[in-house]
């Protein structure tokens, strides 16, 4: 069973900066995607960030393009989420999910992820 276990969160100013980690049970970044879906009060989950080695795929939301970039770190066996220039609308609850690796389509829909951590919360104050 893949566990996931987000870190990182916390509360910031706009315009600063957060690294959120994704550490899995693992070794299974050779083979699953792994993406990043946040969730706000009264709103549904949406996507985010996602990566995927075995189909070289790097992708981020229109929404935090040029913002956020997802990463693999192999010997830390670890995903990061880089979050720059934060803004209120990015707060949340942020949570790693991962599957094995799915067609492109699929990857930025949380419908075809089984394996979720619990979230990290991120807040930014304006």
């Known amino acids: 069973q893949v566990q996931l276990v987000e870190s990182g969160g916390g509360l910031v100013q706009a315009g600063d900066s957060l690294r959120l980690s994704c550490a899995a049970s693992?070794?299974?970044?050779?083979?699953?995607?792994v993406a990043w879906f946040r969730q706000a009060p009264g709103k549904e989950r949406e996507f985010v960030a996602v990566?995927?080695?075995?189909?070289?795929?790097?992708r981020v939301a229109d929404s935090v393009k040029g913002r956020f970039t997802i990463s693999i770190d192999n010997a830390k066996n670890a995903v990061y989420l880089q979050m720059n220039s934060l803004k209120p609308e990015d707060t949340g609850v942020y949570y790693c999910a991962a599957d094995r690796t799915m067609i492109l389509s699929s990857m930025f829909d949380a419908r075809h992820y089984d394996h979720w951590g619990k979230g990290t919360q991120v807040t930014v104050s304006s």
């Open positions: 693992g070794r299974i970044f050779s083979s699953y995607a």
């Open positions: 990566i995927s080695r075995s189909r070289g795929v790097t």
